[in-house]
C-alpha cells in the first residue's frame, strides 16, 4: 500500500526534515517537503499527497493556522493532519483535534512509533475514501433502480389503462352497436311506410273532401296536417341520432384502438378529433364557466406510423390538462370576467418535412417556470389531493419520446396560457 502514498512533512529544521523522510522513504512512501506554512499551502494546490505530517512551531504562519487553512478548502479539508511538536500541554493537544487533526506525535518521537501512527491512519484514509466510493456508487445504482422502478410503473399503469379503456369499449360498443344496428335497419323501412300511409292519406283527402263530423273531429284532434308536416322531419331526426351514435362508437373505438407489436399508419387528425368527441361533455357550457371553444387549424400532412392507441391517449391527457386548466381559470376569476375559454389545435409539417408537429394552447392561467421544469415528472401534480395522480403527463411524454422517438416540450407564462408541442417523426423507429 505505502509505495503509491504520498506524504507532505512540513517542519523548519533540515536535521527533521532530514530524518522523517528518511525513515518515511525506507517504509516506501512517497515524501515532499515545505519548510513553513505557506510553502506548504502552494505545494499542495499542484502536488496533493495522501497524508500531512506538519510542525506546530513555524516561522510565518504556524501549524495551527496552516491546518485551520486547510480544512476551510474543500480540496484539501479531508487531508488526514498528523501533528508534530515538542508542545505535551493538554491545551495544545485539543486545539489542534479541534482545527481537525487526526492524530498528535511529541518530539522527540520514535521512528516506529510516528510509522505506526502514519500507516493506522493512512489505512483509516484509504478506508474512508474506498466507503466513498462504495457510497457513491451504491447510490449511482439506487439512482438508475429508482428510474427503471418509475419507468416500469409508467409502463405498467400506461399498459393496464389502455387494457381496461379497451375492455370497457369493447363492451360498450357491443352493446350499442346491436340496438343502433336494429334501429339503422329498420329506419328506411319505417320511412317508407310512413310515406306510403300519408300518400294513402291525400287520396282519402281528395276522394272525401267533406268528412263527417266525427271524422273532421278526430282529424282537428290528432292536428293532420301538422302531423303530415312532421313526421318526416322526426324520422329524419332520428336517422341523425343513430349517426351520431355510430360516430361516438367509432370515436370510442378509435381512440383506444389496440396497438399491434409495431407502429402503423394513422392520421392524427382523425385521433384528436375522435379525444375531442370523447370530451365534448367537458366542453359544454355549465353553471360556472361558458363554453370552451376548440378552433382547429389542420395543415396538410401525411399519415404517421404510430402506436395508435397509446399516441390517442397522448392527446386525450394533454387536451384534458388544457380543460383543466381553464376549468381553474374560472375558480379564479367571476365567469363575467371570462370572454372566451378557447384550445386551439395546430398540425403542421416543419421545415424538415419528415417531422410532423401539433400544436395544443389554452388561454388558461399559464404555470410558474418551477412547474414547467417538473410538469413531466413522474407523479408531480398542482392539483388537489384526489384530483390527479402526476402520471397523465408523465406517460404522455414517455410515449411520445420513447416510444415513437418524438419530442414533448411545453411554453407556459403565467396568466397567459400554456401551449404543448408534439413533434414526431413521419416515419418512426421500431421499438420493442
Given at each position: 500500500?505505502?509505495?503509491?502514498?504520498?506524504?507532505?512533512?512540513?517542519?523548519?529544521?533540515?536535521?527533521?526534515?532530514?530524518?522523517?523522510?528518511?525513515?518515511?522513504?525506507?517504509?516506501?512512501?512517497?515524501?515532499?517537503?515545505?519548510?513553513?506554512?505557506?510553502?506548504?499551502?502552494?505545494?499542495?494546490?499542484?502536488?496533493?499527497?495522501?497524508?500531512?505530517?506538519?510542525?506546530?512551531?513555524?516561522?510565518?504562519?504556524?501549524?495551527?493556522?496552516?491546518?485551520?487553512?486547510?480544512?476551510?478548502?474543500?480540496?484539501?479539508?479531508?487531508?488526514?493532519?498528523?501533528?508534530?511538536?515538542?508542545?505535551?500541554?493538554?491545551?495544545?493537544?485539543?486545539?489542534?483535534?479541534?482545527?481537525?487533526?487526526?492524530?498528535?506525535?511529541?518530539?522527540?518521537?520514535?521512528?516506529?512509533?510516528?510509522?505506526?501512527?502514519?500507516?493506522?491512519?493512512?489505512?483509516?484514509?484509504?478506508?474512508?475514501?474506498?466507503?466513498?466510493?462504495?457510497?457513491?456508487?451504491?447510490?449511482?445504482?439506487?439512482?438508475?433502480?429508482?428510474?427503471?422502478?418509475?419507468?416500469?410503473?409508467?409502463?405498467?399503469?400506461?399498459?393496464?389503462?389502455?387494457?381496461?379503456?379497451?375492455?370497457?369499449?369493447?363492451?360498450?360498443?357491443?352493446?350499442?352497436?346491436?340496438?343502433?344496428?336494429?334501429?339503422?335497419?329498420?329506419?328506411?323501412?319505417?320511412?317508407?311506410?310512413?310515406?306510403?300511409?300519408?300518400?294513402?292519406?291525400?287520396?282519402?283527402?281528395?276522394?272525401?273532401?267533406?268528412?263527417?263530423?266525427?271524422?273532421?273531429?278526430?282529424?282537428?284532434?290528432?292536428?293532420?296536417?301538422?302531423?303530415?308536416?312532421?313526421?318526416?322531419?322526426?324520422?329524419?331526426?332520428?336517422?341523425?341520432?343513430?349517426?351520431?351514435?355510430?360516430?361516438?362508437?367509432?370515436?370510442?373505438?378509435t381512440f383506444s384502438r389496440a396497438d399491434c407489436d409495431r407502429p402503423i399508419p394513422f392520421n392524427i387528425h382523425e385521433g384528436i378529433d375522435s379525444t375531442l368527441m370523447i370530451l365534448q361533455h367537458r366542453l359544454k357550457a355549465n353553471e360556472f364557466r361558458p363554453a370552451i371553444e376548440v378552433i382547429k387549424h389542420y395543415g396538410e400532412i401525411p399519415q404517421i406510423e404510430c402506436y395508435v392507441g397509446q399516441l390517442n391517449q397522448v392527446f386525450m391527457n394533454i387536451l384534458a390538462n388544457a380543460i383543466d386548466a381553464l376549468e381553474e381559470v374560472t375558480q379564479k376569476r367571476s365567469i363575467e370576467n371570462i370572454k372566451t375559454n378557447q384550445i386551439t389545435i395546430c398540425t403542421q409539417l416543419t421545415d424538415d418535412p419528415q417531422l410532423v408537429q401539433l400544436r395544443i394552447q389554452d388561454n388558461g392561467i399559464g404555470m410558474s417556470q418551477e412547474v414547467k421544469q417538473r410538469i413531466f415528472d413522474n407523479l408531480f401534480t398542482t392539483k388537489d389531493i384526489g384530483k390527479g395522480t402526476g402520471l397523465g403527463l408523465a406517460i404522455a411524454y414517455q410515449i411520445v419520446t420513447e416510444k415513437h422517438n418524438g419530442l414533448l416540450d411545453v411554453n407556459s407564462t403565467p396568466g397567459q396560457g400554456t401551449e404543448f408541442l408534439v413533434t414526431l417523426p413521419v416515419k418512426t423507429q421500431v421499438i420493442y
Open positions: 500500500m505505502s509505495s503509491s502514498l504520498k506524504i507532505l512533512v512540513v517542519d523548519d529544521t533540515p536535521a527533521n526534515l532530514e530524518v522523517i523522510c528518511e525513515t518515511l522513504g525506507d517504509a516506501g512512501y512517497e515524501v515532499i517537503t515545505a519548510i513553513d506554512g505557506d510553502r506548504a499551502l502552494r505545494r499542495i494546490q499542484t502536488n496533493l499527497p495522501d497524508l500531512i505530517l506538519l510542525d506546530v512551531q513555524m516561522p510565518g504562519i504556524d501549524g495551527f493556522e496552516t491546518c485551520q487553512r486547510l480544512k476551510a478548502d474543500p480540496a484539501t479539508a479531508n487531508i488526514p493532519v498528523i501533528f508534530m511538536t515538542a508542545l505535551s500541554d493538554t491545551d495544545s493537544k485539543v486545539k489542534g483535534f479541534a482545527l481537525g487533526a487526526v492524530d498528535y506525535v511529541t518530539k522527540p518521537f520514535q521512528e516506529q512509533e510516528m510509522l505506526a501512527r502514519v500507516k493506522t491512519q493512512l489505512q483509516l484514509w484509504q478506508l474512508t475514501k474506498n466507503l466513498e466510493q462504495h457510497i457513491t456508487e451504491r447510490t449511482a445504482e439506487l439512482k438508475t433502480a429508482l428510474d427503471q422502478l418509475h419507468h416500469s410503473q409508467l409502463q405498467l399503469v400506461q399498459s393496464e389503462k389502455m387494457s381496461a379503456l379497451g375492455n370497457l369499449v369493447a363492451g360498450v360498443a357491443h352493446e350499442i352497436n346491436n340496438p343502433v344496428g336494429f334501429i339503422a335497419g329498420n329506419l328506411q323501412p319505417a320511412q317508407d311506410y310512413v310515406q306510403n300511409l300519408l300518400q294513402l292519406i291525400a287520396l282519402y283527402q281528395q276522394e272525401l273532401p267533406h268528412p263527417s263530423a266525427t271524422l273532421q273531429a278526430a282529424i282537428d284532434k290528432i292536428d293532420l296536417d301538422y302531423l303530415q308536416e312532421d313526421l318526416p322531419k322526426l324520422l329524419i331526426s332520428m336517422r341523425e341520432g343513430v349517426n351520431r351514435i355510430r360516430n361516438i362508437s367509432t370515436s370510442l373505438r
